[in-house]
Every structure is written in structure tokens, then in C-alpha cells.
């Protein structure tokens, strides 16, 4: 009892003293006190243990190459960035962490994750202090319709425009009508909704769907379902798989060598390179790739590989691109003001997001617009042990409005109450 | 659904078994002689494999499969050595703690020394392609793998029934106080055993590399199914586990084959029925130092 007293004598003096101290410096050395808080602060937060660990990594790279250029150009409005990184593991401590950054790290911004569950808990964070969250590699659809929020932008693109992306292949390639398919789905938050939207597509252009089969995310031995897509005998085989799932799944289904083509709806760098040459296979579609070659795009990769010794993945570029984007958000707006900041960001304004063609965020759901592309094995020995494959030409064409990819208000409605 | 499917996922349950067998057996035969939960087990299974594929582009895939799991066995004794046997006498709990933190440095440094993607590694060109036998078809790289971990096996079961050191390490398994007691050191024989089962780990490690992802956390997955393999086949019996691993296997592949979602919650299910009927595991000895 006596101690809990002292204890509170302490906090209240200690307290008083703080305050009163705090008060005599702001009066005596205000120049001091501004000097303090003159760099913009960056919370970046995303998975870099577990089965989605390999594609932080790269986030990580990503949002670091950023803010030193930024830094290096003379930063933000007069003020550099300063970056705080913390592995956000699962959407618990992706909460909890999200919340001290706001409150006693004092962050200006939010960027990062990958996990959509995560994501959704970032951004509930976010929106409560009102801050912008970039976030950097979540698909679920649901985040940009039932649970989008004012605050939260999206770098990455959602479920739909990846399945639209692949699936307009498929449909090129005759994959589609009258063809038998099976599913494999990683078993979370994310595949569900990928499953969904894949099989909606499916179901509209005439595929004959055979079975689905959801894989717990931590599975590392996949021969029991390559063995039963060998009995089942479809004409296509659709993963909705993430992470090291995907990567695991590559090797073991080229190892058993099945002749039923393999496509899929998400796919990251990251699980091509760690399938290595020989065990890649199939169509997937990508946000972007290294190969590209609009002159920014070569810009990046080159800064990137010199930074970092290998060359950028699809993730790598999100999490760059929100600090860029962040970057001539505050230099041309002169403000860090949030609500500004938002106002820019929704005003249509074309970014480059190093593709051949400008970016914009849609006013209405926050989702950032792009080009997309789709990746196939290369043909005959790999250059290196990077361009493990070749990436197509834009989709959607030159001559398509970038909308056609992501869902309509109709199909996705978001309100920003 | 024809007989023949059924066979094949029957089949291809026990080679996944002899994987978890590889694994949980080291486990088991650490335990059963030092009492040391080896909670790093996983992840000197993931250096076994990091090893084989740096080592592997340079002295090329046979000699690198020889060499990479007797480097990680020599660890494995380097460890006891250094720090296991500290613990023998102690609190369990002590190595517990300990060998979850060697688990999390070795992890970490993999990590900081190799990045958090997988690595590149395929199965090398003369193991590529299929058999076939009818309806009936395996990559060779299984069936070699199959070859490989059922010679270690029967290897160590003549170790552990028809040698001297065998006759050492069963006995200590039963009584250490006793072999003691007869003045037979059990020092040395501890180092060897922590080889042989660390070792075994870094095999499994090598041989899982070209078909899953090499990253830094792939132990995780298969140290639990491997604890699960442990505690269903009962401490101290070379058998019991053999069983459980075998077991453990077939009912994961059927489940991934027939409920997919109820693979990783199948093991846990077997465990708690072998528990509930049989609480020492289906095959455990009457361990002195546990009773």
C-alpha cells in the first residue's frame, strides 16, 4: 500500500516537474523546441517474420531507398524524413505497434504491411488519430469497399485487378471456357477473397469449376494435392496461394512434372527467385517487375541494385513509391497537414509510378491506378538468376482507361463516413 | 474413388513420415539420454539445409550432401560440449529456455547472413523425372530420399542394438544413475548421440532443400510436427516413434487429401487420442528420472 502511494507521489511530482520544465523551455528556447521536431516522421510497419517475411524484406529495402533519396534531395519541405521500421508480425501487434507509433513516437504517417488482416488493424489505428496510412501490399478487396477508410491509400492492387490481370490471359490463351479447373487457396483472410474473385471470374467466362482446396499457411509439403490434381486430371490449375506457400508449391509441382498448365492470381518476386530456374512455371500476374523499362522504372532498379545487391521485387516498389508520392504530396502542397495532404492525393493528380504510364488515386475508394503486367518462364536458359522470366506488355492496353482493371463503385462500394 | 489413388496417398503419407522421422528421432534419442528439450532441433535442420546450398554450386551436389550434414553433426557436438551438458543435471526448464534462445540466434543469423527470401536450389539434373510403375508414378528424387533416410535408420537402429555404444546409450536411456554407477562414462557418449541426432536433422535439412522453400524460419513447420512424432510415440522407444512418424504421416496425407483445411490440425488430434489411451506415447518406456 505505502509503496503503491509513493509510486503515485512520483509519477504526479515527476509529472509536475516535466511539465513545468517543459513549459520554462518552450518560453526560454523556443528555437530549440522547433528544431526538435523538425523531421517528418515515417511508421513503417510490415510483416518480416513468418510466411510473408520474405516480401518485408523487400518492403523494407523499398521504403529505406526512398526516404534516402529524399533525404539526399534535400527532403520534405525543409524538413528530412526519419524513418521508424518495426516487424508487424500479426494484426494484434500490428495494432498495438501501429498505436505506439501514433502516440508516443508521434509518427505523421503510417506505410507499409502486406497482410490485409494487419492492414485493416493499421488502419482502424490510423484513422482514430487521423493519419494516412499508405498501405503497401494488402489485396483484399474488402479494404478498398466495406472497411475502406478517408485514410488509407492503396499502393497495391487489389484482388480484382490481379484476377483481371491474369484472367485476360487466360482468356487470350483459350484457358478459360469449357476448361475443368482446380484451386488451391492459402487459407486466411486473403486467399478467401482472391478464391472469390478468381472463381466469380471463372464462373462468368464459362470455366467448369472442379474443387477448391484451402491450405493452411504454414503447409510446407504439397505432394498430397499435386497427387490429387493428377487423379482429378483438370485442364488448368489456379493458386491462390502466399507467401513461401507459393514458392514451396512451384518446386514440388515441377517436380512432379504434371502436364496441367498452372496459373494464379498473386505471385511475388520473392517466390519466383526462391523457385529458382527449372521450377518456375505458369502465368501470374505482377504490379511490376524489374524488367521494365520506362526510364524511371530502369532509374530504380539500378539505384536499388547498387544499393542492395540484388535487383527490386513487385513489393520493393510499393513501399518506395508511397515515400515518393508522400515526398511531392507535402513539397507541392507546402503543407504536412493531413487533411491537405488528402485533398492533394485525392485531386486526380497524375503520379509517376514507373511505368510507361502515370498513376492517379481514384477519389472514391483511395485505390492507386497503374498498369499491370503478366509473367511467364523465360524461354531457354535464364540470362541470369533474376530474369527467370519475361514480362508481358502492359494491361490494360494503350488505348484502355486504367479503370477497366479495378472494381467499379457498383461492384465495390466505399463510403467515407 | 479407385483403390490405386488411395495407395498412392497412403504411400506417399509414409515417405512424408520418414521426414518427420529424421527429425524426431535425434529429438527423442537427446532427450531420452540428456533430458534436454532440443527446441533448436528446427533450425539446425534449416543450417543443414543453408549449408548444402551454398556448399553445393562448389564441390558440386554429392560431395555437398556428404559433407553439409556432418558439419552440422560437428555443431551439434560443438554444442554439447559448450553448452548442453551444463544443463543435464539442471532445472528442465533451464534448457528449454536455453535451446529456444540458441533457436532464435541461429534463425536471426541466418536471416542477417542470407535475407529473409528462400534461396535458389533445385533437385540436381540426374534426379529429375518420374518412375512409373502402371498408374502408379513418384519423382526419383522421393524415392532416392526414401533410399537415403532408410539406410540412416536401419544405420542407427544396428548402432543402438548391435554395438557396444548402443548397448551404453539404451541403458543410459533406462538408468543413467546406474551405468554410472558401473563406471561407464556417459559423457562422451552424450557428445556422439547429440551428433548422431543433430546431425540426422541437418540431413533432413539437406534433403528437404531442393523441393521446399529455403528460408531462414523453415524449421518451424516441421519441429512441431516433429514434437508431435516424439510425444505420440513414447520417450526411449526407437519403435514408437518410427510408428508415430509413419502414423503422423499417412493421417496428414490423407487429411491434406481428403479435409485439406484439417492437415495441420490432424497431428494434434492423433496426439490427443494416443495421449488420452496411452499417456506415455504408444511405445514409451518406464523412464526412472521421469516417473
Known amino acids: 500500500m505505502k509503496n503503491e502511494n509513493t509510486h503515485q507521489l512520483n509519477v504526479e511530482r515527476r509529472t509536475v516537474m516535466g511539465a513545468a520544465a517543459a513549459g520554462a523551455t518552450a518560453l526560454a528556447f523556443p528555437a530549440i523546441l522547433k528544431a526538435q521536431s523538425n523531421t517528418y516522421k515515417i511508421g513503417h510497419l510490415t510483416p518480416r517474420t513468418g510466411f510473408l517475411g520474405p516480401m518485408g524484406e523487400y518492403a523494407v529495402m523499398g521504403v529505406q531507398l526512398g526516404v534516402d533519396e529524399i533525404n539526399a534531395a534535400g527532403g520534405v519541405a525543409g524538413r528530412k524524413l526519419e524513418l521508424l521500421m518495426e516487424d508487424s508480425v500479426n494484426p494484434q501487434t500490428a495494432s498495438s505497434k501501429a498505436q505506439r507509433m501514433v502516440e508516443r513516437d508521434r509518427v505523421d504517417i503510417l506505410i507499409g504491411e502486406i497482410s490485409s488482416a494487419s492492414g485493416l488493424a493499421i488502419s482502424q489505428v490510423a484513422t482514430r488519430a487521423q493519419k494516412i496510412f499508405m498501405q503497401t501490399g494488402c489485396n483484399s478487396d474488402d479494404l478498398r469497399g466495406k472497411s475502406c477508410s478517408r485514410y488509407m491509400f492503396h499502393l497495391e492492387a487489389n484482388n480484382s485487378m490481379y484476377v483481371r490481370t491474369v484472367g485476360r490471359a487466360l482468356l487470350r490463351d483459350n484457358m478459360v471456357k469449357g476448361k475443368r479447373w482446380m484451386a488451391f487457396t492459402a487459407d486466411y483472410a486473403f486467399g478467401h477473397d482472391l478464391f472469390e474473385k478468381t472463381k466469380r471470374f471463372m464462373d462468368e467466362n464459362g470455366a467448369i469449376f472442379v474443387s477448391n482446396d484451402m491450405i493452411p499457411t504454414d503447409a510446407t509439403e504439397f505432394s498430397p494435392m499435386i497427387l490429387k490434381i493428377r487423379q482429378q486430371k483438370p485442364d488448368l490449375v489456379m493458386s491462390n496461394l502466399a507467401g513461401n506457400q507459393t514458392t514451396n508449391f512451384m518446386k514440388q509441382y515441377r517436380e512432379f512434372n504434371l502436364p496441367v498448365p498452372l496459373a494464379g492470381a498473386d505471385l511475388n518476386g520473392a517466390s519466383i527467385w526462391g523457385a529458382g530456374e527449372g521450377s518456375f512455371s505458369g502465368l501470374w500476374p505482377m504490379i511490376w517487375t524489374h524488367q521494365l523499362q520506362a526510364p524511371s522504372a530502369k532509374a530504380f532498379t539500378s539505384a536499388f541494385t547498387k544499393r542492395w545487391g540484388r535487383p527490386p521485387d513487385n513489393q520493393a516498389i510499393a513501399d518506395y513509391l508511397a515515400v515518393k508520392i508522400l515526398a511531392r504530396a507535402i513539397n507541392e502542397t507546402k503543407s504536412t497537414d493531413t487533411q491537405t495532404l488528402i485533398k492533394f492525393l485525392e485531386s486526380g493528380v497524375r503520379f509517376d509510378v514507373l511505368r510507361g504510364r502515370e498513376g492517379y488515386f481514384r477519389p472514391w475508394d483511395h485505390q492507386l491506378l497503374f498498369e499491370m503486367y503478366t509473367v511467364t518462364p523465360v524461354a531457354g536458359k535464364p540470362a541470369n538468376k533474376w530474369d527467370l522470366f519475361t514480362t508481358s506488355a502492359p494491361v490494360p492496353g494503350p488505348n484502355e482507361s486504367l479503370e477497366v482493371l479495378a472494381p467499379s463503385q457498383k461492384e465495390n462500394a466505399c463510403t467515407f463516413a | ?291
Open chain 2, 1 to 291: 474413388m479407385p483403390f490405386i489413388f488411395l495407395a498412392e496417398q497412403v504411400l506417399n503419407g509414409l515417405l512424408l513420415g520418414v521426414y518427420y522421422l529424421l527429425i524426431a528421432l535425434g529429438l527423442s534419442i537427446i532427450f531420452s539420454l540428456g533430458g534436454i528439450v532440443n527446441l533448436a532441433h528446427g533450425a539446425l535442420f534449416a543450417v543443414g539445409a543453408y549449408l548444402m546450398v551454398q556448399i553445393a554450386p562448389i564441390v558440386g551436389y554429392l560431395p555437398a550432401f556428404a559433407i553439409s550434414p556432418i558439419v552440422v553433426a560437428i555443431l551439434g557436438m560443438v554444442l554439447e560440449r559448450l553448452f548442453f551438458r551444463r544443463f543435464y543435471k539442471a532445472d528442465p526448464v533451464l534448457s528449454l529456455l536455453f535451446t529456444f534462445g540458441l533457436a532464435m540466434i541461429l534463425e536471426q543469423a541466418l536471416r542477417m547472413a542470407f535475407g529473409a527470401s528462400p534461396l535458389q536450389f533445385n533437385i540436381p539434373q540426374f534426379l529429375r523425372g518420374q518412375a512409373s510403375l502402371g498408374d502408379f508414378m513418384y519423382p526419383y528424387y522421393r524415392i532416392g530420399m526414401l533410399a537415403v533416410a532408410l539406410s540412416v535408420l536401419l544405420g542407427l537402429w544396428a548402432l543402438l542394438h548391435k554395438t557396444a555404444f548402443g548397448k551404453v546409450v539404451r541403458a543410459g536411456i533406462h538408468d543413467a544413475e546406474m551405468v554410472r554407477a558401473l563406471g561407464i562414462s556417459l559423457s562422451p557418449v552424450l557428445t556422439a548421440v547429440c551428433g548422431i541426432g543433430i546431425g540426422m536433422a541437418g540431413l533432413a535439412g539437406v534433403l528437404l532443400a531442393p523441393i521446399t522453400g529455403v528460408h531462414p524460419a523453415m524449421g518451424h513447420e516441421i519441429m512441431t510436427a516433429a514434437f508431435v512424432v516424439v510425444v505420440i510415440g513414447g520417450l526411449g522407444s526407437f519403435w514408437g516413434v518410427v510408428i508415430a512418424a509413419l502414423l503422423v504421416g499417412v493421417i496428414r496425407g490423407l487429411t491434406s487429401f481428403f479435409v485439406p483445411p484439417a492437415s495441420e490440425a490432424s497431428l494434434y488430434l492423433l496426439m490427443l487420442i494416443v495421449l488420452l489411451l496411452r499417456p506415455r506415447g504408444l511405445m514409451g518406456e518406464r523412464m526412472e528420472r521421469l516417473e
